[in-house]
């Protein structure tokens, strides 16, 4: 069956340090891949996609950078996290044009 | 580019209450349209979803939508809620083609006992 994964589901990180959110998908091959924020009160924002190992789109401009590395394997990493980037981080995966997403359980990051 | 409105961010409703949930898009193409609900500690999933055909789509527990082209709607009914349905819903739009999902920013349903 196809799974998704994603660790950790809490962090909590000090202003400026590096961040790594891991997401793995299992039962698919060459999933598109995605990351979206959630910040309260502004819903979900996509902010990486991925169509195939080492390609990565930005959606929006901001301190996050997303790696792919493997076919199912989707990294969300920062350098310095800043106080905005504060969130609730969802990895998501389709296959095709008109499937459906299927998404991972989050990770909740608050920055202090 | 596209967007998605949900117009209401937050509803209170009794139990046994009707819910109607409205959400607008603006694209240019055809679309592939979505709800979702998130349920508190759980995962996003899919409630229903419109791709062609019938504008009048069934979902999972007891949840309809009704795709208006002319109005490019596609509002969330529900015509008797329950204490279980209380969740945050969300609204998505994807372009026909191969495009991303871009979502509203979600409602917030409380349903009281």
């Known amino acids: 069956s196809q799974t998704i994964h994603q660790w950790p589901a809490t962090l909590v990180q000090p202003v400026g340090s590096p961040l790594s959110l891991e997401c793995t998908v299992e039962g698919t091959s060459n999933p598109n891949l995605y990351w979206y924020r959630q910040a309260a009160g502004r819903g979900l924002q996509l902010l990486f996609y991925s169509v195939g190992i080492g390609q990565i789109s930005s959606e929006v401009p901001q301190n996050l950078s997303a790696s792919r590395p493997q076919d199912r394997q989707f990294i969300l990493s920062s350098k310095k996290l800043l106080l905005s980037d504060s969130g609730f981080y969802l990895c998501?995966?389709?296959?095709?044009?008109?499937?459906?997403?299927?998404f991972g359980s989050g990770t909740r990051l608050t920055v202090v | 580019a596209q967007s998605v409105s949900q117009h209401n961010h937050h509803v209170i409703l009794s139990e046994a209450a009707s819910l109607e949930l409205g959400c607008n898009y603006s694209y240019g193409g055809t679309v592939n349209l979505f709800w979702y609900v998130q349920y508190p500690g759980q995962h996003l999933q899919l409630l229903l979803k419109y791709f062609s055909g019938d504008p009048l789509v069934k979902g999972i527990k007891g949840f309809e939508a009704e795709f208006i082209k002319s109005k490019f709607s596609f509002n969330l009914r529900k015509p008797s809620v329950q204490w279980s349905d209380t969740a945050e819903y969300f609204c998505a739009v994807k372009g026909d083609s191969w495009g991303k999902l871009q979502f509203g920013a979600g409602t917030q349903v409380v349903v009281t006992p």
């Open positions: 998501a995966w389709s296959v095709g044009t008109k499937d459906r997403y299927t």
